[in-house]
């Protein structure tokens, strides 16, 4: 299992300076590598050891040479770098970052070719639905074609709401004409729906955002806790982080 880390607005490598980044063991107690904002101390994004191996780092940006920047900072203490081309917020996309992208393939090209040549881990992306499916299709290969590891498609359309059912048939197009790992995402809210999702559509695997965040235990084969158990849960993990 792998676990997604977002700092789309953090690492915003569109209108503004790209801001340095530190990194550094702290605290001691919890044994954390903190990647702090030199000027405020401001933590941006907090790791350790452990985790090195489990956490794929998402960057917002529009622009590959600076997303390169961002991603040598941190691709010795995570496992992947994955672009995000499917935000639809308008932060993002006022930006040229997120769903902006789908705009603009050769951009896309651009940034994710930069990458795979100048680090030496795996590099990803996640994208939404076109509105003509064949164009999601084309989309897919070109990218592809850049050499990343894999995608993630989010069974929505820019303009579809979390209320819109997820078009699990059109992810299914995307993974018929790809040889590369397609991940799945959109509508899986408890533990039986990645398989529901990997049998409709045939991806390699699955990627959970809203059901994973309102309820953490989806994962468990047993079935959901409830979500006062799932609190009560963590809070002990806070209290005894290292097993103690």
Known sequence: MCFLVSTTCLLNCCKQKFRLLTTFPFPENIGSTDFVEKGTETVVFRTCLQERNQVVFQVGTSDAVRALNAAQLVCKDVAAIDVNMGCPRSFSISGGMGAALLRKPELIADILTTLRRN?????????????????????????????????????????????????????????????????????????????????????????AARGALWNASIFSPVGKLDWEDVKRQYVRKVEYPMGQ
């Open 119 to 207: 680090l030496d881990i795996p590099v990803t992306c996640k994208i939404r639905l076109l509105k003509c499916p064949q164009d999601t299709v084309e989309l897919a290969r070109r990218i592809e074609k850049t050499g990343v590891s894999a995608v993630a498609v989010h069974g929505r359309k820019v303009a579809d709401r979390p209320r819109d059912p997820a078009k699990w048939n059109e992810i299914a197009d995307i993974v018929a004409a790809l040889s590369i790992p397609v991940i799945a995402n959109g509508d899986v809210f408890e533990y039986g729906d990645f398989e529901r999702i990997k049998v409709a559509t045939g991806a390699t695997s699955v990627m």
